[in-house]
């Protein structure tokens, strides 16, 4: 449970990293499309976030599980993603680079300044 524990985390702050990369490079570049990359971590990011979440809940210490922080966590996630898919295709938000390293950066804090 230790090696997928740490597997599903390491694949976590990958998505992260794709996030605020394609992010932060659209943003540079004043490009007004997703990046793929900030697509599919975002996307990555959603996936192992839900199979994290399922380890806290069936693992030996699911009763001192946080629900509020988690819910909070996959609804900021649900947004990122949310804002990707829609400005993949077409344009639909001009400051949607902004917007998506606003709400990893809220998430990141969430993750780590709530106990």
Not at 22 to 44: I, N
Not at 49 to 56: D, F, M
Not at 99 to 115: G, Q
Request: hydrophobic content about 60%.
């Amino acid at each position: 449970m230790d090696a997928l524990h740490a597997t599903l985390l390491i694949l976590h702050f990958l998505g992260l990293a794709a996030i605020l990369g394609g992010a932060l490079e659209q943003w540079r570049t004043g490009g007004r499309l997703t990046t793929p990359v900030t697509l599919w971590g975002a996307r990555a990011q959603l996936v192992t976030g839900l199979a994290l979440a399922a380890l806290v809940f069936t693992g030996d210490d699911a009763d001192d599980a946080n629900h509020i922080k988690i819910g909070v966590k996959l609804l900021i996630a649900l947004g990122v993603a949310a804002v990707a898919e829609m400005n993949a295709k077409k344009t639909v938000m001009a400051q949607s680079a902004r917007l998506i390293v606003a709400l990893t950066a809220v998430n990141v804090i969430v993750a780590v300044a709530w106990k």
